[in-house]
């Protein structure tokens, strides 16, 4: 009776242990903060790169590695955005359960149609991505069907968690949905956009804001003197806004900003490092109010 009542009491002590939380590498904060939003506490997550840095162009580091090496799931954006630099690092890790197409590789791009497809798959003409435009992460719709397809991604791997992801990828969904309709009617009318590059794209386009221009030319390549007058020139006497990422220069910003006597603001494509679905949903709410405030 002793033997039982002992075995009964570790078998107990077993059962009442907490499931293992997966390991997950984000590539970027906003990967990051649906990952908070869907896998919440069930979950340790490391993210990659902050939301001053261009995902283009950072460079492998052993954390990096190290990070990738314990890890059960990889989210990046995909589309080729990190293509210089997250495969090395994968293959560097040596981590079998987190190689592409393998269920420890999860790319937020492929879930959802992407905008820009179909370019010419030529470096000389910059910094372009033939598979389609990459930053899926400023369009709140897709982050939200995003969000789904992860949840379904995080029970393969965590089949005991599934109710818990599904029911936290639909409250995230639902709150997206709540606030499209406020940002729609913030956004009626909006006089339009500069950008850098076509970064920000799918914000304008789920919101029927026109992109007025861009400053780069060529993605990736410095713009002239010359492109700059030439783009102030076609849009002298209109109203907008010139928005430009930590990472770019400010200077062609800001000359094209006095010339056209309008705002140019800094504001990143990524949310902080350690938002979650509320600080994501704060991260649009920024671009909104800076594009409306530009009428």
Wanted: glycine share 8%; hydrophobic share 50%.
């Amino acid at each position: 009776m002793r033997q039982i009542i002992t075995l009964l009491l570790v078998l107990a002590s077993v059962t009442a242990l907490p499931a293992r939380a997966l390991d997950i590498v984000a590539t970027s904060p906003s990967m990051g903060a649906l990952v908070r939003a869907v896998a919440d506490d069930r979950a340790t997550l490391t993210v990659l790169a902050g939301p001053n840095r261009d995902l283009h162009a950072l460079q492998v580091k052993p954390s990096m590695i190290l990070a990738l090496r314990g890890a059960d799931l990889v989210v990046a954006i995909g589309a080729e955005l990190e293509i210089g630099w997250l495969p090395p690092a994968i293959a560097s890790a040596a981590n079998p359960a987190i190689l592409p197409g393998s269920a420890g590789y999860f790319e937020a791009a492929a879930q959802v149609p992407l905008l820009d497809a179909g370019g010419p798959a030529d470096r000389a003409l910059g910094d372009v991505h033939p598979g389609g435009n990459p930053h899926v992460n400023m369009d709140p719709v897709r982050m939200a069907d995003i969000a789904v397809a992860l949840a379904e991604r995080l029970a393969l791997l965590d089949p005991a968690g599934a109710p818990d992801y599904r029911r936290n990828a639909d409250v995230f969904a639902a709150q997206v949905a709540e606030r499209l309709p406020l940002w729609q009617d913030r956004l009626e009318n909006a006089p339009g956009v500069v950008l850098h590059h076509r970064d920000a794209v799918y914000l304008l386009t789920r919101f029927g804001v026109p992109l007025l221009g861009t400053i780069e030319p060529t993605p990736g390549v410095p713009p002239t003197a010359r492109q700059i007058a030439a783009l102030a020139a076609a849009l002298q006497g209109r109203r907008g806004v010139i928005v430009y990422a930590p990472y770019q220069s400010p200077k062609p910003a800001r000359q094209l900003a006095l010339r056209l006597d309008w705002p140019s603001r800094q504001l990143t494509l990524e949310p902080p490092m350690d938002a979650d679905g509320a600080g994501y949903l704060h991260h649009i709410e920024l671009w909104v109010d800076t594009i409306a405030e530009a009428r």
